[in-house]
Structure formats: structure tokens, C-alpha cells
């Protein structure tokens, strides 16, 4: 949609000036799936803390995690352009929400600053080629 076109522009821009180190699209599944897509894919940890989301309103810690609106993405970047990247995305709706880590955990804070979710990265790879056996 047109609304967030400029938001695309940014991120195109910051991909070509390669600034971005990974981008990723979030989309069915909400922002939790795609942080552990994001994990499994680079096999690295990662910190997030959901406290810095802009968000219009007060959200629970779920529906931040699962929405599944348009023109999200996660995006990282390498700490030594992290400047470069705030500057081009000025005025934009993004936060940092956290880091990579050389680590192979996964955890995320809630917007309380609590802990709501720990797991290593091969357990994430686990649960995700895990069938559902006797659920469905």
C-alpha cells in the first residue's frame, strides 16, 4: 500500500547502499515466527526486546509477537553502520529492538522488560521440522 511506500524506499536504499545485513519480510506467523526464521537462517542468537516496538497503542506481548500486519520487517544491521542506518530511516516507524549474537540462544523480552521466551537455535530448528503427529 501507498502508505508505506516511503518506508520501502528507505529499506531499498539502505539494502543498495549496504547498510542492511539481512532483511526479512514478516508476514504469516507475525514478528515472533520471523525472529526464529531469521536465528535458524544465520544460526545465531539473538536479544529482542519488544519494549522499543512503535506501536500506536498498548499492546499485550502475543499480539505484538503474531500480528501479521503489513509493511513490517526485520532488519539487521552491523553496529558499526547502526548510525548510518537510524539516520536513513529518520522519521520512519522502526526501532532498534535488539541484537545478533555469536551465541545459539534465542531470547525476547516482553514490554514489561520480563523474559517471555528463551530457546537455543536447535531447538527452534527442532520444533520447526517437528510434524504435528497426533495434534491434527
Not at 500500500?1 to 539502505?14: E, G, H, T
Not at 525476547?108 to 521440522?129: N, P, S
Request: negative net charge; contains cysteine; hydrophobic residues 45%.
Amino acid at each position: 500500500p501507498d502508505q508505506f511506500l516511503s518506508l520501502y524506499r528507505a529499506l531499498s536504499k539502505a539494502i543498495g547502499d549496504e547498510v542492511v545485513a539481512s532483511a526479512h519480510g514478516i508476514y504469516r506467523g507475525g514478528l515472533g515466527v520471523h525472529i526464529a526464521l531469521v536465528a535458524m537462517g544465520g544460526n545465531l542468537g539473538m536479544d529482542v526486546d519488544l519494549g522499543p516496538m512503535p506501536v500506536e497503542e498498548s499492546l499485550r506481548d502475543d499480539i505484538l509477537l503474531f500480528s501479521e500486519s503489513a509493511g513490517r520487517f526485520l532488519v539487521t544491521v552491523d553496529p558499526a553502520k547502526r548510525d548510518v542506518f537510524k539516520q536513513q530511516f529518520k522519521g520512519q516507524p522502526c526501532a532498534c529492538v535488539g541484537k545478533v549474537l555469536a551465541g545459539k540462544e534465542v531470547s525476547i523480552k516482553g514490554t514489561d522488560g520480563e523474559v517471555i521466551f528463551t530457546k537455543t537455535v536447535a531447538e527452534l530448528k527442532e520444533a520447526w521440522k517437528k510434524p504435528f503427529g497426533d495434534l491434527i
